[in-house]
Structures are given as structure tokens and as C-alpha cells.
T-cell receptor, first 113, second 114 residues
């Protein structure tokens, strides 16, 4: 049973508009949620994270929102740029415990000029 | 370059071959991981090494054998693999207490078993 779910395999957005990537989770014990970005032929790179005690974290064009009651988080990219085209993975981890970074299947974002 | 280096980038091997994947990090991290990424599946954790000790083996078949000689190096020895083992194998590292920063991944080894 998947603990971290990304139900949209792909998303297409126009340059300059907002991209919203969604993620749901089942385990209420996760302490941190993370977003990774992956280009073809490269490993995932860390993008932004949020602690389970917060509901929003912002870093430049990227904002992550956490709704604990709904067990849902989302990544907002605004404005979207063609260079943002990549696969985005949602992940969750238990604090103080290594080896439990659990990933979703990813959402492929295409930003069209 | 992320600070985690994996070699080789690509590997084609027959089912009777023996090969090894190598991972190296000089970030001062104290944990290293092997992940497998197959098509249309989430990244799957295979092995965890914490301070050189293997702390997790996620029911991985014995044809995959990890080795961690020190906190900076990690190997994955492969023997008698099956075609369904073809995947992207990713190494990652992290530091205890810094989970908010996630893991640092290498670029991966694209393995094809023929």
C-alpha cells in the first residue's frame, strides 16, 4: 500500500502561469515532507521541504502547502518557466530516523513557452 | 554535480555476469542508501547504511549485495541478474538530524540486463 501518492502522472502548463502539483499521504506520523525535481538521466535534486508542524513554506517561486487534516500537500510554482519541465517527486520522512524517505510515483510537468 | 558521484553511468550486463556499482560522497554525511527506480514505480529503497552498518534491507534478492567499506563509499555488487532488474539505480546520502534537507542523490547508473 502506497503511503505517498501522486495521482496525476502528468501536468501541462503555459509559461508564466501557476503550476500546482499535488500529493496525498496516509501516515500521520511523518515529520517532514519534501519535493524533489528530476531531469532525465540525472538523480533527483532536493527542491523544498516542510515540517509537519507548519502549513506553508516558501522559497522564491516555489511554495509548499500542507493540510494535515486532509493529509494533503501541494507544490505551487509561480510563474512557471520552461526550465521547470521535469518530473516532480513528493516524499515523506520520519524525523530522526534515516532510511525512511518514502517517495510518490512522480508527476511529469511540462511548461510550454 | 551534487556531491554524490556514481559510476558507471550506464551498464549493460548479461545474466551470468558479475559487476559492481560504485558510489562516493564527500559531503560528510553519515548515512548512504541504494534506491531502485523502475518505470512507472516510486523510487524503492533497497539498502541503508548508517555509520557503515547496514540497518535496513528491504527484502532485496540476494543477487544484489551491498558493501560499505567506509562512510564515504558504497558499492552494489550484482550477480546473476534477471532482465526485470533493469532499472536506474540511485545512490543517496544524508546526515542524521538534517532530514529537513532531504537526501542528496547521485545521477544514477542506468542498468540493462540482457
Amino acid at each position: 500500500d502506497q503511503q505517498v501518492k501522486q495521482n496525476s502522472p502528468s501536468l501541462s502548463v503555459q509559461e508564466g502561469r501557476i503550476s500546482i502539483l499535488n500529493c496525498d499521504y496516509t501516515n500521520s506520523m511523518f515529520d517532514y515532507f519534501l519535493w524533489y525535481k528530476k531531469y532525465p538521466a540525472e538523480g533527483p535534486t532536493f527542491l523544498i521541504s516542510i515540517s509537519s508542524i507548519k502549513d506553508k513554506n516558501e522559497d522564491g517561486r516555489f511554495t509548499v502547502f500542507l493540510n494535515k487534516s486532509a493529509k494533503h500537500l501541494s507544490l505551487h510554482i509561480v510563474p512557471s518557466q520552461p526550465g521547470d519541465s521535469a518530473v516532480y517527486f513528493c516524499a515523506a520522512i520520519f524525523g530522526g530516523s534515516q532510511g525512511n524517505l518514502i517517495f510518490g510515483k512522480g508527476t511529469k510537468l511540462s511548461v510550454k513557452p | 554535480e551534487t556531491g554524490v558521484t556514481q559510476t558507471p553511468r550506464h551498464l549493460v550486463m548479461g545474466m551470468t555476469n558479475k559487476k559492481s556499482l560504485k558510489c562516493e560522497q564527500h559531503l560528510g554525511h553519515n548515512a548512504m542508501y541504494w534506491y531502485k527506480q523502475s518505470a512507472k514505480k516510486p523510487l524503492e529503497l533497497m539498502f541503508v547504511y548508517n555509520f557503515k552498518e547496514q540497518t535496513e534491507n528491504n527484502s532485496v534478492p540476494s543477487r544484489f549485495s551491498p558493501e560499505c567499506p567506509n562512510s564515504s563509499h558504497l558499492f552494489l555488487h550484482l550477480h546473476t541478474l534477471q532482465p526485470e532488474d533493469s532499472a536506474l539505480y540511485l545512490c543517496a546520502s544524508s546526515h542524521e538530524g538534517q532530514e529537513v534537507y532531504g537526501y542528496t542523490f547521485g545521477s544514477g547508473t542506468r542498468l540493462t540486463v540482457v
